[in-house]
């Protein structure tokens, strides 16, 4: 096979290790893939291979097109004219062949294409430069690692082919002064498209576009031309159209085997989604699936929670007592807000304390502890995970100071010195008082409106109704339609934040790539941290802690509006709906976003053009851009809700099992988005999560404490054990008489005016006969010489409360320790392989070193001495 170069002319220059390329061939510049330049004459275009535009390759069918550039030549745009001629000009230099589409070629008619070809020089070079690892040995090191019992496993693999799409090597850093020491078979295939690609986007970020003698070197990069619009989009090809049902390529069988919602139950090819995508999308579905299967075993306790809370349904005696019309009908509670909220009697709450019990109970107790240990599991299983892939994936000697810690071109044109930005600051504490702000908000909402609710729904007919109508009540309706406002609001505030954080970011002139994305990633950490979360915190540590005493009430910052109270079930039941409507929002929508809003316009036009007509750049062209915080934003998702199922999991059971079910979408979402919606991301290196690993760690921290508060002081699990054990009147271990223990009595004649519910706003059984009212709250009763304080009783339940966070931290901590310190990160037996293969690299390495000293020695005999001589310290 006679492999050529076929350059076509553009500026009818032909420079160095190509030529600048455009529409029609150049008859003055023909070169063989590895020889000198071959005449014109001598080549009989009509013999060469005609290939269709749905192609990966140039013209000629035999160079791989790498990367293409595209751009749309403005009417005004000379200075960008220019800056491509020279930019181009100056890729031609260091050895890249480009081929340029015409915009008559095109299917809109206006944009052009250039299509760039690594050749083996320049990938060589490079790859020895960025010391990338390539194969020189099959690995003959025996692995052991089958597991017992594999054959429960086999509905759930995928082919070997699919999972293993290459043998294993050993592999060293690239050395062209050593090329016949790598498995070199081919040239041409040696260096995978992920590779070759990466190579080139290495050099495109390099690349100047203004002459060398207009002296302003900060001028490079295709980054900086993307954003002045000097070229519309650069991007690498996908290898295959999806249309090609019988291609047996990389993208096809990702889609088949990944990318399709009916693969759900079966294992990631993650080997596969390495070679095409690159290790750091590797590392992120890596990270997803392995958080998935953890969140299985989670799902599980936590149903058994849910399902015990359900079946002692029956043994839950407050409950009985409250609804029991001798107790809870007999028991007359206090106005819940001044003026139009009127008496009530206890029974009308019978099914919110009903409905508590699902999710406070004993179980809560014991699943608070569970998660607690759960954590420490999969970020310590997480840990041994992340290192058998990168020895798996040769990152083991990975640094990403060599790799990723590249000086950004923004840093390099703006940054002339260093000073603290006070501008950062301002804008991060502005927004972080935006977020209380509205918080506020809402809460001030849910004092307001609980006063009308409770004054319009008192002779509503929704009373009547006989499935949902005794579960809507004034507190039920206050609490979902604040939730769905707290909703609405964060998904407002979310789009601000993101913009706010890239801004402040950007204004910060981070020095790398790898420094501006953990910047980014705190500061938006942080803003959906406080947007997501404090709604939850407020309900579970705020509301009903603060609202006083019939008579001396406590008012929201001075206020008119009365601090919310919690009903004899709790203020658990409410965290749960608030958590359920926030976490279960969030998670709808946003894969209503990925899922039912992709690109329509790229895939209308994609099915409506045959690939005879559409060529293979114009399909990737109208694809969506997979940017470079592409990866950013699936994270922060799934760490948020990370956040919902380990913060609050207390209060919510199920929290695991939706998170379970949506992660199982999320992975086919994601991964369909990757293969059919957008374009080839440039593959990068990266050997963990980064920055988000430390951010679940200090949440799994954080989890411990916010669950032992919620047992603590939110459930009302530690007050029914001090009642049990020590102030049942009877001394048995039962609940019998704990509801009327609970509430204290107020005398209703010392109710100030400005509380005293209006005439009209009280029911009609409510007469001059009742004297007073119960709350809850552990308090003396009127006449008392120490009236409206709190008892004895109350102080106790608060020294059990402390004591028992204190106890769960110190026994969860200690457990989190002694598990953490069991499980080494890194497993014994790739630690040995690991060892075993340097050891071995280092041998063949020296071997081959010997053998061309020997070969030397028998063709040059002098040589060998000399050298040896030379070498001699």
């Known amino acids: 096979m006679l492999p050529l170069i076929i350059s076509v002319l553009d500026s009818g220059v032909c420079c160095g290790g190509g030529c600048v390329s455009a529409l029609f061939f150049d008859p003055r510049c023909l070169q063989s893939l590895d020889g000198p ?15 269709s535009k749905d192609s990966v390759f140039f013209r000629d069918g035999l160079r791989r097109i790498d990367f293409v550039l595209s751009y749309v030549d403005d009417k005004d745009g000379e200075r960008k004219q220019e800056r491509r001629k020279v930019y181009e000009a100056n890729l031609v230099k260091v050895g890249l062949e480009l081929e340029t589409e015409d915009k ?32 020189f040995k099959v690995n003959d090191i025996p692995d052991n690692s089958e597991m017992p019992m594999n054959w429960l496993s086999t509905p759930f693999r995928l082919p070997e082919h699919i999972m293993q799409p290459e043998p294993d090597y050993f592999t060293a850093p690239f050395d062209k002064s050593k090329a016949d020491f790598f498995l070199i078979d081919n040239k041409d295939t040696f260096f995978p498209p992920s590779t070759r690609n990466r190579i080139v986007f290495y050099i495109l970020s390099r690349c100047s576009y203004i002459r060398e003698d207009c002296g302003d070197r900060d001028k490079k990069g295709i980054k900086r031309l993307l954003n002045n619009g000097t070229y519309t989009a650069a991007f690498p090809l996908h290898d295959v159209s999806l249309s090609w049902s ?40 890596a990270w997803l699936g392995f958080y998935t299967e953890m969140l299985l075993f989670a799902a599980v306790v936590g149903t058994i929670c849910f399902v015990y809370g359900f079946l002692t349904y029956d043994d839950n005696q407050w409950s009985k007592e409250i609804c029991s019309e001798e107790i809870g009908g007999s028991i007359v509670m206090c106005p819940l807000c001044d003026k139009k909220c009127g008496y009530w009697k206890l029974n009308t709450t019978c099914n919110s304390s009903w409905q508590s019990h699902l999710f406070d109970n004993v179980a809560t107790v014991f699943f608070a502890i569970f998660m607690g240990i759960w954590v420490t599991l999969f970020l310590e299983f997480w840990k041994r995970r992340q290192a058998r892939l990168e020895y798996e994936w040769d990152l083991v000697d990975f640094e990403e100071e060599q790799q990723q810690l590249q000086l950004r071109p923004e840093y390099e044109t703006k940054c002339t010195n260093r000073k603290l930005n006070r501008i950062t600051q301002v804008f991060v504490s502005g927004s972080i008082s935006l977020i209380i702000a509205c918080i506020i908000g809402v809460i001030a909402y849910r004092l307001a409106v609980y006063a009308a609710f409770a004054s319009i729904m008192k002779d509503n007919p929704t009373t009547q109704l006989e499935v949902v109508g005794p579960y809507i009540t004034p507190q039920l309706a206050t609490s979902v339609t604040a939730s769905c406002i707290n909703f609405i609001i964060i998904m407002i505030l979310n789009l601000m934040y993101e913009r706010v954080a890239v801004w402040i970011t950007d204004m910060e002139i981070p020095k790398t790539h790898l420094e501006y994305e953990n910047k980014l990633t705190v500061k938006m950490f942080l803003f959906q941290f406080v947007n997501y979360y404090s709604s939850c915190f407020y309900v579970a540590f705020f509301k009903g802690k603060f609202v006083g005493y019939p008579g001396n009430y406590a008012y929201m910052f001075g206020s008119k509006l009365r601090n919310e109270e919690c009903d004899p079930g709790g203020c658990l039941i409410e965290l749960t709906t608030q958590l359920v409507i926030v976490m279960t929002g969030k998670q709808v929508w946003g894969n209503i976003q990925e899922a039912l ?29 997979f940017g470079q915080l592409g990866l950013f934003y699936e994270y922060l998702e799934m760490v948020i809700q990370f956040g919902f199922i380990t913060l609050f999991v207390a209060s919510f059971p199920l929290a ?59 459930s009302d699990m530690i007050p029914r ?153």
């Open 597 to 625: 809003l992709p690109n329509w316009w790229g895939s209308r036009r994609a099915r409506s053009h045959p690939e005879s007509l559409y060529s293979r750049w114009e399909q990737d062209h109208d694809l969506q851009a």
């Open 721 to 873: 054990l001090v009642y049990m054990y020590a102030y049942q009147p009877q001394g048995e271990m039962n609940m019998e008489g704990y509801i009327n223990n609970s509430l204290s009595v107020f005398n209703i004649s010392e109710i100030p005016a400005e509380n005293r519910p209006d005439d009209e706003e009280n029911p009609s059984w409510f007469n001059s006969s009742i004297t007073s009212c119960r709350y809850r709250d552990y308090r003396y009763p009127s006449g008392h010489e120490r009236q409206y304080s709190h008892t004895m009783q109350f102080w106790h339940i608060l020294a059990a409360k402390l004591a028992f966070i204190i106890i769960m931290e110190h026994v969860v901590f200690l457990v989190k320790f002694f598990v953490a310190w069991m499980i080494p990160d890194v497993p014994s037996d790739v630690r040995a392989r690991v060892k075993r293969e340097r050891y071995l690299v280092q041998e063949y390495l020296h071997n081959y070193e010997v053998e061309n000293l020997l070969f030397l020695g028998n063709v040059f005999p002098l040589f060998v001495p000399c050298m040896v001589k030379f070498n001699t310290p």
């Open 656 to 714: 695991p099992l939706l998170a379970l079910i949506n992660n199982i979408i999320e992975v086919r979402v994601d991964s369909w988005k990757l293969t059919t919606q957008f374009r080839r991301p440039v593959a990068a290196k990266a050997h963990s999560i980064g920055a988000w690993e430390e951010i679940l760690n200090g949440m799994a921290v954080l989890s411990v404490v916010t669950n032992a508060f919620i047992v603590a002081f939110t």
């Open 246 to 285: 019988t291609s047996p390529l990389e993208r096809y069988n990702l889609y088949k085997h990944w990318a399709r919602f009916f693969c759900f139950f079966k294992e990631q090819p993650l080997n596969l989604i390495r070679k095409y995508y690159g290790e750091k999308i590797g590392i992120y579905f």
């Open 37 to 51: 330049a071959v005449p014109y004459a001598s080549i009989d275009l009509l013999k060469l291979p005609q290939h």
């Open 104 to 135: 008559i070629e095109s299917e809109d008619g206006k944009t052009y294409f250039v299509k760039i070809h690594a050749p083996w020089e320049v990938l060589a070079t490079y790859a020895d430069v960025l010391k990338i690892k390539v194969p």
